[in-house]
Each structure stands twice: as C-alpha cells, then as structure tokens.
C-alpha cells in the first residue's frame, strides 16, 4: 500500500474518532501506531507484520522518550502550578476586583473590568479554558444578580477567556514551539501586542454594545473614592509584577521562558503565604491539579509527537508541498486557504487537536514560501482563539455555560459573541496583513 494513501486514510480516521469525541490522546497514539506499523508491514511491497513490530515499536517509545526529557515542556508544568497557585492566592480574582473598583463609575463597567480581569487572568495560567472558567465563576454570577443582560455578561467572559492563547504565557505557544522547533520566548513577545490589541477591540465592542443599546445593564454605581481606588490597585502588584518578570524579563534577556516560569512560581507562592491568602491545604491543591492538568497534557502531547513521526514516514508533507508549488499559489491565496482550513476545524475541534493534526503539513508549506514561523505561530494561534468561540462547538462558550448554569443557556452565550467575533476576524486580518505587530518586540528582544 502507497504510504501517502496510508496517511490520508490516517487523517481521515483521526478526524472520525475525534467527531466521535474519542480522547484525543488514545486517538492520536492508536492512529499514529496502527499507520505506522502499516507503512514498516508494507515496505517490501508484500505485507509483512513480523518485520514491522520492532520498528513500530522503535517510533512509538524513542519519540515519546524525546519529548518527555525536552527541556522546553518543563515550562508547561512550571506555568500550570503558576495559574494554580495564583488563583489559590487571590492573585487572580485581585485583577478583576481592582478593575471593578475603578470601573464601576461607568455604565457595563463590570463587563470591561471581566475582559481586563481574564487579561489579567490570562498573564499568568496561560490556558483559555482555565480563564473562562475560572472568571466564568467569578464574574459571570455579579452581572447577572446586578441586572446586566445576560447576553452581555457570558459574551464578554467567553470571549475574553480567549485572552489567554496570545498573552504570555501561553501553553499553546509551547506546544507549537517544541513541534516547529521555535523560540519559544520570541513567541511569548510576539503575542504581547496582539493580545492587548484584542483586549482593547473587546472593550470597544461592550463600550459600543452599551452605547447602542443602554438597557443592556444596570445605572451607574456609586463612584468609589480615590483611597478605594489606589488600595484596590495596590491589591493587583502581585499579578503586574509576575507579568513583568514574565514579559520584560525575557525582553531584557534577564531569563529564559523556562527561568522566569520557575521564578514566578516562587515569587507566588512567597507572596501568597506573606499575604496569608495561601494556606499550606491550598497549597496541596494546587499542586496536585498541577499534576492531573500536566499528565493530561503531556499524554497528548507524546501522542502528537508519535503522530507527527508516522506522517513524516508517509511523504505527506514533501508531496503537498509540491503539489501546491506546482498550483503556484501566491503568498495571499495560501494564507486565505489556511486560515479557512483553520477556522473550519476550530468550529468542531480543540485547539490541541487542531494543531497537531495540521502542523506536520502546513509547517513545510509556510516554510517552502518563506514565511516567518514565530508570525505564523501567532497567526495560528489567533485562529485557534477564534475557534474557542466559534459555533457551533466553541468550547469557551460550553465551559462558561457549564459554570453559569440555567441562567445562561448556550444559545444565549452564542447570540452575543458574534460581536467579540467581528473583531477578532478584524485583529487577524491585522496580524496578517502586518507582520510588525506580532515580530516588533520579538525581534528587538536580547
């Protein structure tokens, strides 16, 4: 059998149990193994199976092996306990509150304080879904007991969740990192500016959503003073100050992502037990979803890697990138196409499924014409953000409507993100269209 055939059918089958909502790791591991052990029992052109069981099983355990002792996935389980142990302090819920104080003057002030609150939330756990969630519980419930639609309320939680695939850190950012064999601290400093570009294109649509429509939320609140104001930011030092050793420390060339991983969680945790908000219990806790979120994350990643190999033994990616020389698309029309292939999939698949599956074939593409990796990663990963509030399987939308309960049901959640939408689709055109935006801190850093 044609290797390339045995890749295509693998692809297909992927897609299929995925559709069927197989765990994306048994997927992966059980479609890379079965594909590859078929390319080893063909390779003679009769089948063989006897002759395929050493060097299937060769693929499968050297390259889990690589990826689990990679240097660069120590980031992962480093910025996981960071988010963990920063909720467990008060740190993260400190952002929103702080917003909230110096924002409650204005009309659907708590609306943009939730945006500014995942913002905050998402400069330090680096995951989407651990945003929504998380601000989903913390925001969401106010909003609706004060009066705001409840369109308005789960939108805006939703869709600033999605924050936390461009600001650094990002756990997807590692991922594609350690697949393309990126920088992965110029990835973090190329998602600073288009991750504060869509938190303000956020803000302006609730501002504008407000503005249009008044009903939508409660009158003014009473303005706090200004000692209120300055005693609710000084509560919010401990988020900007790990923003700060995160971003401006790999700017300067003071750390490595991985270093100032490392010295985050140790700031945080003296923090937290110096302000007496962290308790040795919650502590414990922290770290032990640390370790079930790491596994989880690990297992597909290994999955992933072994995936990647049996593709590269198909030819796949060689012959596509052929056949798409030989169509002589421009630069334009291979960008059109792949964000639409992107965009697609990000209705029905998650991000970690969507770019392992894509990757092995589109990275050689991006690099036959030239294009900038660490540009293109954080073009995927816009398009990957998008996804997480795309219909019909936006799985931002199902986390916080899991949170919130009857009180926002899905279709609710979806009938106001199409606003948060429009300007996403408006930040990708931006992205796309000029490159600085994302490189300009990335290829300046030390």
Known sequence: MDPATIGLLAFGLMLVLLAMRVP???ALIGVATLAAFTIFAFRTGTFMPERAIRATSSLVFSNSFDLVHSFDLSMIPLFVALGNIAYRAGITTAVYNSAKVWLVRQRGGLAVASVMGCGGFSAITGSSLACASTMGKICTPEMLRLGYDPRLATAS??????L????PPSILFIIYAIFTETSVSKLFLAGVL???LTLAGFVLVI??????NPKLVPEQGAAASWSEKMAAAREAWPAALIFVIIVVGIYGGFFTATAAAAVSVVITTVIGFGQKRLTLQGLWEAVRETCVQTSAIFIVAAGA???VAAIALTGMAPALVQTVADA???PVVLLICICGVYLMLGMFLDPIGIMVLTLPLVVPLVE???MNLIWFGVVVVKLLEIGLITPPVGLNVFVLSNVVGKAAPIGTVFAGIWRFLCVDVVVLALIVGFPSISLLLSMTAR
Request: glycine share 16%; net charge positive; proline share 3%.
């Open 368 to 370: 036959s014409y030239g």
């Open 194 to 196: 288009p991750g504060l």
């Open 157 to 162: 939680v939703a869709a600033g969740g999605t």
């Open 328 to 330: 002589q698309l421009s």
């Open 305 to 307: 890697k072994i995936f």
């Open 24 to 26: 994306i790791a048994f």
């Open 207 to 212: 501002w504008v959503w407000i503005r249009v």
């Open 164 to 167: 936390g695939s461009l600001i």
